[in-house]
């Protein structure tokens, strides 16, 4: 009884007012211009830096949630747009959306926002990280494979890159979430992921809940949130940012 006031006393916490500040940025990604939004802490940087990388649906008031909680540990956050303002409100929407987003141009949209923190003054170059959920989550390992010197990797049931070649290019450490009942990834194949990136020598951190699917930490899911283990991920993340950023 315990363990679940302290989780749900975490979770109402986490959806308080944020103390840190947001603003509207832009910056070039190949030929465009691409837009996002930048949430900075209180008080003197430098800080270290995330990219914050949407779900399906979009850049919506959920993921800036996530991004004004990531500031509030101390990270500048950066929530990106890759699908150019469009926000999905069906499932059909958000497939739809996200099939049309084409593979070079999510990946440049990715280096630029690493790029961008780096430019930044109040971010500290070398302590930038990235985090997904759901296609961001595997969007968030894509910036792992394509960027060595990422200094943290966190991937919310994203998809997954288990082949020698790939797991090689994987430089920083990596935290995994996953529930065992997404039918989408396999706990086998998250299990053999997770095994690959030990046996390359890299720290990782594997999270799997039994009871939980896809989409779990997301309360607009309504079948499918799980406030406990949402709680939880939440707190694996800020442990695991902290150890791996805040050096």
């Keep these: 009884m315990k363990k679940r006031l302290c989780l749900m ?27 996002a939004v930048l949430y900075t802490p209180e008080g003197k940087g430098p ?23 990531l500031a509030d540990q101390g990270y500048a956050a950066l929530a990106i747009d890759l699908y150019r303002g469009k926000v999905a409100t069906t499932p059909d929407e958000a497939h ?9 141009r999510a990946a440049r949209d990715l280096h630029a926002a690493f790029e961008y923190l780096k430019s930044q003054p109040e971010v500290r170059k070398e302590r930038i990280g990235s985090i997904g959920w759901c296609m961001g989550g595997g969007y968030s390992l894509d910036m792992a494979l394509a960027e060595p010197s990422l200094a943290a990797d966190v991937i919310n049931y994203g998809h997954l890159a288990a082949d020698e070649q790939s797991i090689k290019k994987i430089k920083a450490p990596v935290l995994g979430i996953f ?14 992921f997770g095994q690959a990136l030990k046996q390359a020598g ?16 997301n ?3 309504k079948s499918g949130y799980r406030a406990e283990d949402a709680a939880d991920a939440w707190k694996h993340t800020v442990d695991f940012l902290a150890s791996t950023l805040k050096k």
């Design 9 to 35: 006393l975490m979770l109402l916490g986490a959806v308080a007012a944020f103390a840190a500040t947001s603003k509207p940025v832009s910056y070039k990604s190949g030929d465009e211009t691409v837009q």
């Design 47 to 69: 800080f270290p830096g995330i990219v914050v990388i949407h779900e399906w649906w979009g850049l919506n008031d959920w993921v800036k949630e996530q991004a004004g909680k």
């Design 96 to 104: 739809e959306i996200m099939r049309g987003v084409p593979e070079d």
């Design 179 to 192: 529930g065992a009942q997404d039918r989408g990834i396999p706990v086998e194949d998250v299990k053999k």
């Design 202 to 217: 890299n720290k990782v951190e594997i999270v799997i809940y039994p009871n939980a699917g896809h989409a779990f930490q």
């Design 219 to 221: 309360p607009n899911n």
